[in-house]
Every structure is written in structure tokens, then in C-alpha cells.
């Protein structure tokens, strides 16, 4: 019933910025915090940023300064903008969104960002 879809993953060179958007969709009564998470390979998964309802933004240290969450208009989008890029924020990145549903809460992920197709 709900979803989460991550877009925007793709392979970038050391101080190359890059975007990535997260959608939430489904029955919903309110969106708690929206998430970003990193696993680089043979690594834990990671809490990168995370936005609350009231727009209060936490980071880990590591991206503190070069990456920003926030959100759109339309309130069940987050971006995750990053820039500097460095060989350490090699990784999946996947969304996750805190929700209210009328049964109670739940942590719902997306899938996780996809390198684009390579020849």
C-alpha cells in the first residue's frame, strides 16, 4: 500500500555533485520524518540525513556541510543534494519514510538508487 521510490543515483567523479529524489506514496495520515540511508559494500547501512514534519534537518558528521535534505511542495518528496562528492559516499542510497497510518506507524524503504545501465 505505500511505497517509496528513490531516483537519481548515478556514477560521478570526486567533487561532482549529485541530486537524488525520494517519493512516498500510498494511504497515508502523516508523514513523520523522511530518510536517507547509505550501505557502502561489506558495510552497515547508515543513517545519512533525515528531515522531520516541521522541517528539522539532522546529518552524519561525515556529509555535515556537503550534503542537504529537504523538501518539496508537495510534502511526501525529499531531495537529498550532495555535493564534494568524495570516494567514501560511494554507496546505495535508500529512502525511507516514518509514517502515521489509522493501524498505527510504520518505517517503510524504497529499493535503493540504481547505478545507470553500463555498455
Known amino acids: 500500500q505505500v511505497q517509496v521510490v528513490e531516483s537519481g543515483g548515478g556514477l560521478v567523479q570526486a567533487g561532482e555533485s549529485l541530486r537524488l529524489s525520494c517519493k512516498v506514496s500510498?494511504?497515508?495520515?502523516?508523514?513523520?520524518?523522511m530518510n536517507w540511508h547509505r550501505q557502502a559494500p561489506g558495510k552497515q547501512r547508515e543513517l545519512v540525513a533525515t528531515?522531520?514534519?516541521?522541517?528539522?534537518?539532522n546529518y552524519t558528521e561525515p556529509v555535515k556541510g556537503r550534503f542537504s535534505i529537504t523538501r518539496a511542495e508537495a510534502k511526501n518528496t525529499v531531495y537529498l543534494q550532495m555535493n564534494s562528492l568524495e570516494p567514501g559516499d560511494t554507496a546505495v542510497y535508500y529512502c525511507?519514510?516514518?509514517?502515521?497510518?489509522?493501524?498505527?506507524?510504520?518505517?517503510?524503504w524504497g529499493p535503493g538508487t540504481q547505478e545507470p545501465a553500463s555498455s
Open positions: 525511507s519514510a516514518d509514517i502515521v497510518e489509522y493501524i498505527g506507524t510504520s518505517t517503510n
Open positions: 500510498g494511504r497515508i495520515l502523516h508523514i513523520l520524518t
Open positions: 528531515i522531520s514534519s516541521d522541517d528539522r534537518t
